[in-house]
């Protein structure tokens, strides 16, 4: 199975700041790679797509890139509904795999 | 407007089985796969399998082989997941999401969640 390394575990920023989260997989996956938001009590909602195509609807803010192995998201002007759980998750292979999650907090 | 509505949550006894629904509506059913995912307490998400719904053909993870059994009624647009001899290690979120088939399409649709519990 492909393992999906997410980096930092959790961070907090202020209002307004830029944060970039980082996903590295253990082999070449071809930019098949998407980011979720999940909120307390909610499921994961779809931000990114094959590494930086943003989801209808998400805001410009949300922003991804990468390619290979290593792919990160950037959210900037960090704002209050921002806070919450950011997973990354392979679609190359079977079975999809997803990483352990970055938790998201306002300073 | 697509929606994915899943049944109430579940309290099983070891041993047991459960079967939890995902009736989908606002586009066409046999268009797209729907895809089972595990989400533990500690919030970790696992991929279960998918099924696509237009030939019945589906994809498990090795993982839950025997344990999650992924049907379709296409007259209801209802997919299901069957979950067989539990164990406390199958409390869990269980979620629905579209997808479809093919590498790469990710996620765009998820229902809010079946929490089982397993618990004598």
């Known amino acids: 199975d492909i393992q999906m390394t997410q980096s930092p575990h959790s961070l907090s920023a202020s209002l307004g700041e830029t944060v970039s989260i980082e996903c590295l997989a253990s082999?070449?996956?071809?930019?098949?790679l998407a980011w979720y938001q999940q909120k307390p009590g909610k499921s994961p909602q779809l931000l990114i797509y094959y590494a930086s195509s943003l989801q209808d609807g998400v805001p410009s803010r949300f922003s991804g890139s990468g390619s290979g192995t290593q792919y990160s998201l950037k959210i900037s002007n960090m704002q209050p509904e921002d806070e919450g759980v950011y997973y990354c998750q392979q679609g190359y292979k079977y079975p999809f795999t997803f990483g352990s999650g970055t938790k998201l907090e306002i300073k | 407007q697509v929606q994915l509505q899943q049944s109430g949550a579940e309290l099983a006894k070891p041993g047991s089985s459960v079967k939890i629904s995902c009736k989908a509506s606002?586009?066409?059913?046999?268009?797209?796969?729907m895809h089972w995912i595990k989400q533990t307490t500690g919030q970790a998400l696992e991929w279960t399998g998918y099924?696509?719904?237009?030939?019945?053909?589906?994809k498990y993870n090795e993982k839950f082989k025997g344990k999650a059994t992924l049907t379709v009624d296409k007259s209801s647009s209802t997919a299901y997941m069957q979950l067989s001899s539990l164990t406390p290690v199958d409390t869990a979120v269980y979620y629905c999401?579209?997808?479809?088939?093919?590498?790469?399409?990710?996620?765009?649709?998820w229902g809010q969640g079946v929490m089982v519990t397993v618990s004598s």
């Open positions: 606002g586009y066409t059913f046999t268009s797209y796969a």
């Open positions: 082999e070449g996956i071809s930019n098949y």
């Open positions: 999401a579209r997808g479809t088939r093919y590498p790469g399409t990710p996620f765009d649709y």
């Open positions: 099924i696509a719904p237009g030939s019945g053909g589906t």
